[in-house]
């Protein structure tokens, strides 16, 4: 099986292509018949799932991934435990998960941008859903230590009250777009032309 396309989104970092990818290679090898059991890229297919954050369809193919290739390819079952760990929102989890495993040179390249997309997904979920939130709290959504997290969170502009070691979120400006009314637009282009003529 020629799985030089995968290989290429990975070394060109279009990580977003490589589930779609796979889903291609594998319905090429099922319509030539040809079995790809041992050989396949499960733990970067599921990566790439993980990647666009479509972790039902990672969960259905962890379920037909066979069972001797979940007990030999421990890498397999690691990139599923991220999964997993989505799956229930254990926030922390996945970035135990993520640090978890000594990856193969292909899938680290997933799982460094995984964890860096995933670290900034967490960002954004603090900034939108807390006004004020524990160090404890933010360093386990941030995947970071206690210390790493105050520190990243106070660049970002938050508070930090140390008597209670709580920290105040700083929101980020709302951009409202602002829609032109049709027919404001209409009497101001009358009216400009009425100046002209």
Same mark, same amino acid.
């Given at each position: 099986? /020629? ?50 954050? /479509? ?40 970035? !135990? ?83 032109? /009314? ?13 100046? !002209?003529?």
């Amino acid at each position: 099986m /020629d799985f030089s396309p995968m290989t290429e989104a990975l070394a060109s970092k279009s990580f977003e292509k490589i589930a779609d990818i796979c889903d291609n290679l594998m319905l090429q090898a099922a319509a030539e018949g040809i079995a790809f059991q041992g050989e396949w890229p499960f733990a970067v297919h599921l990566l790439g799932y993980i990647f666009v954050n /479509d972790i039902n369809s990672a969960r259905f193919l962890w379920k037909s991934i066979p069972l001797a290739i979940k007990e030999s390819q421990p890498e397999v079952v690691a990139a599923w435990k991220i999964g997993q760990k989505l799956w229930v929102r254990d926030y922390a989890g996945v970035h !135990e998960a993520l640090r978890g495993f000594d990856w193969s040179q292909e899938a680290q390249l997933l799982v460094s941008a995984f964890t860096e997309l995933y670290g900034k997904r967490m960002f954004e979920l603090l900034v939108s859903a807390y006004s004020t939130i524990s160090i404890q709290d933010t360093a386990l959504f941030l995947g970071m230590n206690e210390e790493d997290a105050t520190n990243y969170v106070l660049q970002q502009g938050w508070a930090l009250d140390p008597a209670s070691r709580m920290l105040t979120v700083k929101k980020l400006p709302v951009v409202t777009e602002q829609r032109l /009314d049709p027919n404001k637009l209409q009497r101001l282009t009358e009216y400009v032309f009425h100046l !002209e003529h």
